[in-house]
């Protein structure tokens, strides 16, 4: 690769590296908080899953799958409930 190719290839991918580095630092309590979450989910799934199973390869393949589509539904509900707590703030402040 030339250094003219390397270089459209940089300014092509830097607004999408800038966005997505934007979006974490406008969400980032949000996103510690999903991360932690979905940690504690895991563990839990896992002890459950073995319980049942008696075999942790098992318990472990099984757990992963769901807490991982809970930890993305879990982001859209806080920013949902944000988006919610936002317009009823706005609604209760007096506009003069």
């Not at 980032?28 to 940690?39: A, I, P």
Request: contains cysteine; positive net charge; glycine residues 2%.
């Amino acid at each position: 690769m030339n250094t003219a190719t390397a270089t459209t290839a940089t300014t092509a991918t830097a607004p999408i590296v800038t966005g997505i580095s934007a979006l974490l630092r406008r969400h980032r309590h949000t996103l510690l908080k999903t991360l932690s979450y979905y940690c504690l989910h895991i563990t839990v799934a896992i002890a459950v899953a073995y319980v049942v199973t008696g075999n942790w390869w098992v318990a472990m393949t099984l757990s992963l799958l769901e807490p991982t589509v809970q930890m993305l539904f879990f982001f859209l509900h806080e920013k949902l409930w944000d988006r919610k707590n936002k317009e009823h703030v706005a609604q209760a402040t007096p506009l003069n």
